[in-house]
Nanobody
Framework: QVTKVESGGGLVQAGGSLRLSCAAP????????VAWFRQAPGKERELVGL???????VYGDNVKGRFTISRNNAGNTVYLQLRSLKFEDTGVYYC???????WGQGTQVTVSS
């Protein structure tokens, strides 16, 4: 199991931005499609988006056009840029590797309306 560390969350006003990071030191992180998920209070975890090894990205409908995923394979890091944040973006954000069943502590994003 690869240890992943999410960071960059915080409290932000609606309309604001945050940049989340997912690091996996010493792993084969760069060889996998990395996905970001989020879980709001009382709701199921949902896919935010993913980035392939080659940099192709796919996003959920709720975040399309506002969030951007990028990766630095040399640094074993994947980023999630959050823009135009809405109250409903509040939740714990997790990064995950295939088969997307192992979860770290995540990073909390709280958007105030």
């Amino acid at each position: 199991q690869v240890t992943k560390v999410e960071s960059g969350g915080g409290l932000v006003q609606a309309g604001g931005s945050l940049r989340l990071s997912c690091a996996a030191p010493g792993s084969r992180f760069s060889a996998d499609t990395v996905a970001w998920f989020r879980q709001a209070p009382g709701k199921e975890r949902e896919l935010v988006g993913l980035v392939t090894v080659g940099g192709r990205t796919v996003y959920g409908d709720n975040v399309k056009g506002r969030f951007t995923i990028s990766r630095n394979n040399a640094g074993n890091t994947v980023y999630l840029q959050l823009r135009s944040l809405k109250f409903e973006d509040t939740g714990v954000y997790y990064c995950a590797l295939p088969p997307y069943t192992a979860w770290g502590q995540g990073t909390q994003v709280t958007v105030s309306s």
